[in-house]
């Protein structure tokens, strides 16, 4: 029986395009919407198995129905260059694959299709269009399905009539008439003013069509009346407009369109110039020279060595191009080392952890060490780690293919081998909870499984290294690499294996004092309350806000009433129960989180915590804290502040020394924008905050005062995270209004920073990424979405992200540098931990001098801009007196 699949081409190129991150080949071309468009192709092939398949395309803006309105999708914005570069691509494409595809000037892909389902009714033929665009929904029957897309191109919801009648009410044809009532922006229908779905569908449901509600329109009262009678000629046209013409004089039938399958040759060359090379591995298509690189894959050999046979390694110790090294468990400081892989160019050799730990593993362990041998592998920094605590040194590493494919594409927080492999098209690779298993069911195989698992890995990465070397090298970001982002890798490593001594003691102390403060807490919230009941009760809490105390009711939700924080924060000024239970709540988490949480954190062999910076987690570059997060400890609360008491030095007669960047990434916003107000701020050295407050209230220095200085900081600060008048409102406090006068204010004064704004989100819509100061690329693919919401995330993003990725990338910059001054100078000193803007070390007292210069110097000096770097530096007993 013949199956028939039509596809809309404009509607789909212009789907795939905007929800695919951006892609280009080698040649500079981009192909995210050739790439979406042939996943769904894919899709469509393997699922439903067509006999008859047709591409139709628009022949260009001139049709039959410009000439009877020629504002008909005036409106449209230009196609982009980087989507009009990709429709030739896309037809080419198409060839590869034997799918037929057509186009006929003066009529639309629309009405190639609707004359074709016509076609499809009259043969009873069973047919599947494929659409972005509703309009296609009148050509809904009993042989016709409807496919829109729903999620970019990934996911199709399909409409038949009674799906179109459960949907709205409406018949397939009466979809011609709602667009005739409503209109449709997007192709510039006009409709009638004032009319959307909702009246449209109302209308239809009693009286049918659009000439029908037009000879009634004496029925009608108000202000609909009023406009269906101006518009009576524009819905009679805009259903005209909305029509799909299903006589188009065709050249092409069922017999052009049948579908053979593809030719596998003739596609794999396809794939190889866009450099799809993640479908040829899911196709298993020919590769380059009758498949070399696959075959290659498939033939890989794998020797798994023991204590007997690890000569056979130890031998090819200088062939060795990548290794693997696997543990069981995310916390490095806590996994358990599985098995270890090391590939040459013509076999991977796998072990178990008691042979690369026991007696014969010393000359592979060596190995390991000897910085002059360059390694290869996927996230080096947890190898590291994880070989530290077996007592081995991990040296000489030359690359990461984990960090490589994080900065190639930051969104992709932590990106597995497997994943990467597929992305670069370095061979198949199993997921690893298909051979070990998931959550409790997790377990260790036997070696005869995983060692050939291992094997593959170790390849993978030798594979991923020349691919992901040369997107560096065209990306620009080849220097960050390997100046930067690797080096960096080793700093930490050796950060986190070393750890800060954390007194448990103390932080019972600490605890035992917080205890008593919570139970002042919980009694002034029952005196507020007069009577006694379970704070952390939402329920319970809500009764007494909201009933009780007759507060306001901001949100509801399934169960009764929120009070969530912001809930309790809005309600703020109606009663000073809130404050109590605002700090009671600050209290319990401090308690909980981080006196109790940081005590199960200390290892016992160590009286350390060893905490776990990652690299590969947060888009702007910034490192993140695990294992436990250090970053996140509340030191606005003086309770909270006090918690560093308990982070003390390693040595008796050592300190801690704290140094911390002043306003860094306001200084790099008056570099990046040249504002001539912030750099003279700067040069100056005037709080920036008064100086912000002097310009945008027109005042003199000695007229700023304490209300005015917190409102600009808020600005400034709201200014470097793309902070909306809502979002400072919430802030200060005030009306929105307030909050965009004091917005535009700003803007005003410093004139600098809004064009910078401006132009970053001009060149963002151009290139598709922003960068920092250092070539850190974010990718926007957002920045055109049709979607508002989208699109004003991605502006905002294109905003901050240089100032928040540069400021990132200076303070690793400094970390860098740091280490290897303490090296170079043969210093004892330790840098310990990285929080934010600052760093903090545990320093002998006869070296006290030299880094309380040093430290602030070499910060300072990480990278030169128009205004000058600053770090303020402090000293003492544990950490809370270093600040």
Not at 398 to 409: G, I, K, S, T
Not at 533 to 548: A, D, M, R, T, Y
Not at 604 to 613: C, G, L, N
Not at 809 to 837: F, N, W
Request: aromatic share 8%; charged share 25%.
């Amino acid at each position: 029986m013949d199956k028939w699949i039509l596809i809309d081409g404009n509607s789909i190129a212009n789907r795939a395009f905007y929800a695919m991150p951006p892609l280009t080949n080698a040649a500079g071309l981009h192909t995210h919407a050739v790439y979406g468009f042939t996943t769904m192709l894919l899709k469509l092939l393997e699922e439903e198995k067509p006999t008859h398949m047709l591409v139709a395309f628009d022949a260009g803006k001139v049709t039959f129905r410009t000439e009877s309105y020629k504002d008909y999708k005036g409106t449209r914005a230009k196609t982009p260059p980087e989507l009009s570069e990709q429709f030739p691509l896309i037809k080419e494409l198409l060839g590869a694959f034997g799918i037929a595809q057509y186009e006929l000037s003066g009529y639309e892909a629309d009405d190639i299709i609707g004359t074709l389902t016509r076609q499809a009714d009259e043969a009873g033929v069973e047919t599947l269009v494929v659409s972005g665009d509703k309009d296609m929904l009148q050509l809904a029957s009993s042989h016709v399905t409807i496919a829109l897309t729903r999620k970019g191109v990934s996911e199709l919801e399909r409409y038949a009539p009674p799906e179109i009648e459960e949907r709205y009410g409406l018949k397939p044809l009466q979809i011609i008439d709602l667009k005739g009532l409503m209109g449709d922006s997007s192709d510039n229908i006009p409709g009638i003013p004032g009319v959307g779905e909702k009246t449209a569908l109302k209308l239809l449901h009693e009286y049918g069509s659009v000439e029908q509600v037009l000879a009634a329109t004496e029925q009608l009262k108000g202000k609909l009346k009023e406009r269906v009678e101006q518009h009576k000629e524009d819905a009679a046209m805009s259903k005209e407009l909305a029509t799909i013409l299903r006589e188009v004089p065709l050249e092409r039938g069922a017999e052009e369109m049948k579908y053979d399958g593809y030719e596998p040759a003739a596609l794999a060359d396809a794939f190889r110039k866009l450099e799809f090379k993640s479908l040829l591995e899911r196709l298993e298509l020919p590769g380059e020279g009758a498949g070399e690189e696959e075959a290659e894959a498939a033939d890989l050999e794998t020797v798994s060595v023991d204590a007997d046979s690890i000569a056979l390694l130890t031998d090819k110790l200088g062939d060795i191009e990548a290794i693997y090294i696997e543990a069981a468990g995310d916390n490095p400081h806590h996994a358990e080392l599985m098995g270890a892989a090391f590939a040459t160019a013509d076999a991977v050799y796998a072990l178990s952890p008691q042979t690369l730990l026991g007696e014969a593993g010393a000359p592979l362990r060596a190995w390991l060490e000897d910085a002059a041998a360059p390694k290869s592998g996927y996230d080096m920094h947890k190898t590291a780690l994880v070989l530290s605590w077996q007592g081995i040194a991990l040296r000489g590493c030359a690359f990461d293919a984990q960090l490589a494919a994080y900065l190639l594409d930051p969104t992709d927080a932590s990106p597995t081998l497997a994943g990467v492999t597929r992305r670069y098209g370095a061979g198949g690779l199993a997921a690893d909870e298909d051979v070990y298993g998931k959550g409790a069911k997790f377990k260790v195989p036997e070696d005869e499984t995983l060692h050939p698992h291992l094997a593959r890995k170790a390849d993978a990465v030798l594979r991923l290294t020349p691919l992901l070397h040369a997107q560096l090298e065209e990306s620009g970001m080849r220097s960050l690499f390997d100046d930067l982002e690797l080096p960096l890798s080793t700093v930490l490593a050796g950060m986190e294996s070393q750890g800060i001594v954390v007194r448990a003691e103390t932080l019972r102390e600490l605890g035992s004092e917080i205890e008593g403060r919570i139970t002042a807490a919980m009694n002034e919230v029952y005196h507020h309350a007069g009577a006694e009941f379970n704070i952390h009760s939402p329920k319970q809490l809500g009764e007494v806000l909201f009933e009780k105390l007759g507060l306001p009711v901001i949100k509801k939700t399934k169960t009764g009433y929120s009070t969530d924080a912001d809930v309790l924060d809005r309600l703020e000024p109606y009663h000073e129960i809130i404050p109590s239970i605002l700090h009671y709540r600050q209290l319990t988490k401090l308690q909980s989180t981080y006196v109790e949480g940081l005590l199960k954190e200390i290892r016992p062999e160590t009286s350390k915590i060893h905490t776990y910076f990652r690299q590969t987690i947060a888009a702007t570059g910034r490192l993140s804290s695990q294992y436990p997060n250090l970053q996140n400890i509340p030191i606005r609360l003086e309770e909270g502040r006090k918690i560093r008491k308990a982070f003390v030095p390693s040595e008796d007669g050592w300190s801690i020394l704290a140094a911390d960047y002043s306003q860094i990434e306001l200084r790099v916003l008056a570099h990046i924008s040249g504002d001539e107000g912030l750099k003279e701020a700067f040069l100056g050295e005037m709080d920036i905050h008064t100086k912000t407050a002097m310009d945008v209230f027109g005042v003199g220095e000695g007229e700023v005062d304490a209300n005015m200085r917190r409102q600009a900081k808020a600005v400034n600060f709201g200014i470097v995270y793309g902070i909306s008048d809502f979002g400072l409102s919430q802030n200060l406090k005030i009306t929105r209004k307030e909050a965009a006068s004091f917005i535009e204010q700003y803007f005003q004064a410093f004139q600098g920073v809004r064009k910078y704004m401006d132009d970053i989100v001009a060149q963002a819509r151009q290139d598709g990424y922003v960068t920092t100061l250092l070539g850190r690329r974010r990718y926007l693919p957002e920045i055109k979405a049709s979607n508002y919401n989208l699109r004003s995330f991605a502006e905002r993003t294109a905003m901050n992200t240089p100032i928040q990725g540069t400021a990132a990338d200076i303070i690793k910059l400094a970390m860098v540098q740091m280490d290897g001054q303490l090296r170079e100078r043969g210093l004892q000193s330790r840098m310990l931990l990285q929080v934010h803007d600052e760093l903090v070390f545990e320093v002998p007292q006869e070296e006290l001098e030299t880094m309380r210069e040093l430290v602030p110097q070499v910060m300072a000096s990480a990278i030169e801009l128009d205004v000058p770097l600053r770090a303020d530096v402090s000293g003492g007993a544990n950490w809370y007196e270093a600040k």
